[in-house]
């Protein structure tokens, strides 16, 4: 019988005979980074990619991963226990599984348990970069404004206990304010989310809260501090416990929360840095003078390739991506949505065949060993839609594009949040910060039939687009008659 074992840093040389374990020193690692935001993809990307660095002999690049809510507790306990070692499932399209174990995070602090003492890890002239994965919502930005909300109740706790906020931005002022009042260099401020021009929207939030707080330290911030832009790639579905009996059964080993990923990943990054960065472009990244092509193509096609099978998806009673891809209809729908709607608002991306990349993309959602979830796709999807979906739509309507792919996946939004079941009555798990808002404004639809639309934090200004409501209205009158989305995709289609 195989041995069976548990994740441990004393542990490691008996299990490195069946899986890449650390090839460095862990002892000598220090912490150049601060993450804040220990999820799946920081771990399956960033976290991946640092440890490939460190493997080089870069050891002043460890990461200490910071979590902001109580929820992240789970994560901190499950790692702390394992010597925040974790095994990275890598798995291809064939059925061959790969496992990676990761010791790039090397400390975990919990800023609910002790607000100061993350601060001061963040001020600590060691500490050279504070990158995030906040998520899309994250950002505390008005979607259709671009505006900081202020109205955020945490934020305004924040501006009043500066010395145990809640948020981010809290954190990284307080951060900063102590590294300046030090005579240090600032750290660098790194967002690793899907947000178009992510480094961009990080400075703008993060001026607008501290210009609040000490307007004097804003002019420092804006001065001294970088916040490259970036596009991030790799798909992460959520960790099932099918993966911990993986894991232990193929490879021997007991992880609490392993990661599973697919074998393609992709970051390209603005090379502007306050104080030094790890040679990462020797592990795989690609620092570039301005990262707005790539990060476009990618939001458009692939977070928005995903929204449209996820939301469609749901209400065709599929339960992945690869499962939707695999219907015919669903693969030709979101090719036709790429080529007709998401394309023509695209620039030219140097070095970067479209056609090709579209096919990859489709390649990759087929990978029938990743079974990322509908449900994963299309949770906050009030978060993500205005940054996916929206602008394209926006876009397409300006120039006199074609608009149709994206308009039935807004009807078939409004379904979901309405009636919050597939076409054959199974309740669907939705997680969304705004769900009970979606659920009214789309419960709405039968007396007034734009009435999801009025939501104006998500559409804005949409309503007022006659060519788009009419569509819109005559779509929602259809799906409300008969929820078999997969006739109207076919209407969709055959208008192209
Ligand atoms: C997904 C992303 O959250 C989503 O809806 O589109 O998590 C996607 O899998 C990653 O951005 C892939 O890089």
Redo the contacts with the bound molecule.
Sequence with gaps: MKSVMKLKQENLKSLSAQMGTPAYDRNQVKVGIVHVGVGGFHRSHEAYYTDKLLATGSLDWGICGIGLREADRKMRDTLKEQDYLYSLLVKHPDGKVENHVMGSLVDFMLSVDDPRAVIDRMANPETKIVSLTITEGGYNFHPVTGAFRFDNPDVQHDLANPDKPRLIFGYLTAALQKRRAAGLAPFTVQSCD?VPHNGDMTKRMLLAFARRQDAELAEWIEAEVRFPNAM?????PVTTPADIELLEAKFGVIDGWPVTCEPFCQWVIEDQFSDGRPAWENVGAQFVPDVTPYEKMKISL??AG??VLGLLGSIQGHETIDGAVRDPLFAAYLRNFMDLEATPVLDEVEGIDLDAYKDSLIERFSNPSIKDSLAR?CLESSA?LPKFLLPTLRENLASGGHIAYATLVIAAWCYYSDKGVNRHGVALDIVDDMKAELHQAAGGTSEDVLSFLRIESIFGELIEERSFTSLYEEMITDLYKNPDISVLMRKVQDQK
Aim: aromatic residues 0%.
């Design positions: 899907n991030v790639d790799r798909i992460t692939l977070n995903h929204s796709i993500k």
